[in-house]
């Protein structure tokens, strides 16, 4: 079982640390009336955002950056009442990867076409799932080893 400690010493052979400060994230929380699951906030230390295994996340640090999980996740609120406990982490073409933050957190990646579904888990095409946010961020840095050694 991998760490955040050795998932960290991963993530920095590949690129710099690039935290987040814990006042942005607790505005992060403000913003968005929600709690951030602490797997989220002990890698935000390390990592903030950015294209990582292919896929480009949302910047977490969202005063002047754009596009950022706050601006994205409050306009998806408005546009397709996505529930209030999604985080929208990244919008891959044809879909979208969101973070539940309460209760049991889990990553899910479904297509576009399921986005309105989100609430209900009752979706058409079957959508990835991690179990937490750190199983789905060692994917990303697993998915970018493996792209540097090719």
Not at 29 to 54: H, M, V
Not at 80 to 87: D, R
């Amino acid at each position: 079982m991998t760490s955040v400690e050795e998932i960290r010493e991963r993530y920095i052979q590949l690129y710099p640390e690039d935290g987040v400060d814990e006042d942005v994230l607790r505005k992060i929380e403000k913003n968005l009336q929600l709690k951030l699951p602490s797997d989220f906030l002990d890698i935000a230390k390390f990592y903030s955002g950015g294209l990582l295994g292919g896929i480009s996340c949302f910047a977490f640090a969202y005063k002047d950056i754009m596009p950022n999980i706050v601006d994205e996740t409050l306009r998806l609120r408005n546009a397709i009442k996505l529930p209030t406990n999604f985080v929208v982490l990244a919008e891959p073409p044809n879909s979208i990867i969101v973070m539940n933050t309460e209760n049991n957190t889990y990553v899910i990646w479904c297509d576009a076409t399921d986005v309105e579904r989100i609430g209900t888990m009752s979706f058409i095409s079957k959508p990835d799932i991690w179990k937490t946010f750190f199983d789905f961020f060692t994917k990303l840095v697993e998915d970018e080893e493996q792209e540097q050694l090719e």
